[in-house]
């Protein structure tokens, strides 16, 4: 009985084993990057001093999955510490990815006067301010002054670092962001080791 092909070429073999494990590596890695988690570093001061220059994050991107499956928007909650696409995104001019913090969603109105936030909606028409539910309170002066009412379908977001102009966030030029825009909320802080934690 004649040896298969396979036997008589091992190496062949081998190489085929390898290349179908490195095709199954590489559409793993796409379909977790896509619907499961991706992984971003931090660049810039403005959500000092929650996070800083460097600092791995891993962005849990279920949620965003999840709603899609259901063919709904992800709506991120209020306080969250999210990663949206750049809408103002101009390659070699900013940054592609940027991560602030949720401060009013889809159809709130967002008063920002003498450094304090007040949100109005139908749950808390008297106005709420959204500092005093985070975990991580940024207490820095915010020098600008606002006055809008976020649009359907998207968020109005901030940095934690609210001097000056170290945040390019809702309040200095981005604007809202739209929800399709959302990646995914923080899940951990993976690097400094030192300094891992949960969002």
Known sequence: MEASFFTR???IKDALNIGIFLICVIIGTILINTFVFRSFNVVGPSMQNTLHTGDRLIINRLPVTWSQLQNKQYVPERGQVIVFKN???TPGVEEEYLVKRVIGLPGERVVL?????TVYNGEHPNGINPDDSFKDTPRSPASHTVDTIVPDGEL???GDNRVGDNSFDSRSGLG???LYDVIGPASFRLFPFNQIRSF
């Open 9 to 11: 070429h091992p190496f």
């Open 87 to 89: 809408p103002r995104f």
């Open 113 to 117: 006067e003498n450094g304090v936030f």
């Open 156 to 158: 109005f977001v901030t």
């Open 176 to 178: 809202t962001v739209p």
